[in-house]
């Protein structure tokens, strides 16, 4: 009795080791922004237009493939309350058997630019077009569609928005 036991509980224990000491890929946090960057610039001070350059930009050896949302938001520069914001999917490969889904891909040292046109998006709070003259904070942040991470949203730098 007290052999079978022994062995039980031997037996028991290895099984414990091995399976602790395999590590499933799946269960990996993908830390995104030890990788990838988001940067906003202005391409013309002296522009009627508010229009503004996105650059993400992919550090990584790895190819970056994701579904992303990007998400504008115009804060109070005062209060720093958020007052419009606009959510735009971002896209630049699309799905061959269903080309109304797409990711965004970024190579390995690559990155991904799009001019934007404040005026053109659609957004959801105050009315952009009525907002009162004056400074505004704006600021882009990159939302990936990955629920396995806490790391999944990564804020453009801040910058001023005169109307």
């Known amino acids: 009795m007290k052999k079978t036991s022994l062995?039980?509980?031997?037996?028991?224990?290895?099984?414990?080791?091995v399976t602790s000491c395999s590590k499933d890929e799946s269960t990996k946090v993908e830390v995104y922004t030890e990788y990838l960057t988001v940067e906003?610039?202005?391409?013309?001070?002296?522009?009627?237009?508010?229009?503004?350059?996105?650059?993400?930009?992919?550090?990584?050896?790895?190819i970056f493939e994701q579904q992303c949302t990007l998400i504008y938001r115009i804060k109070d520069q005062q209060s720093k309350e958020i007052l419009t914001k606009s959510r735009q999917v971002v896209v630049n490969k699309r799905i061959p058997s269903n080309t109304l889904q797409g990711y965004l891909n970024i190579q390995s040292g690559g990155n991904y630019m799009e001019v934007v046109n404040l005026s053109d998006l659609h957004w959801i709070g105050e009315d952009f077009n009525a907002l009162k003259m004056g400074e505004y904070t704006l600021v882009v942040t990159l939302f990936i569609d990955d629920p396995a991470t806490p790391f999944n949203s990564i804020e453009s730098n801040e910058l001023i928005y005169i109307k």
Not at 54 to 59: A, F, K, V, Y
């Open 7 to 17: 062995i039980l509980v031997l037996l028991f224990s290895s099984l414990l080791f």
């Open 40 to 62: 906003l610039n202005l391409v013309d001070e002296m522009s009627l237009e508010p229009i503004y350059t996105l650059e993400i930009r992919n550090s990584s050896t790895n």
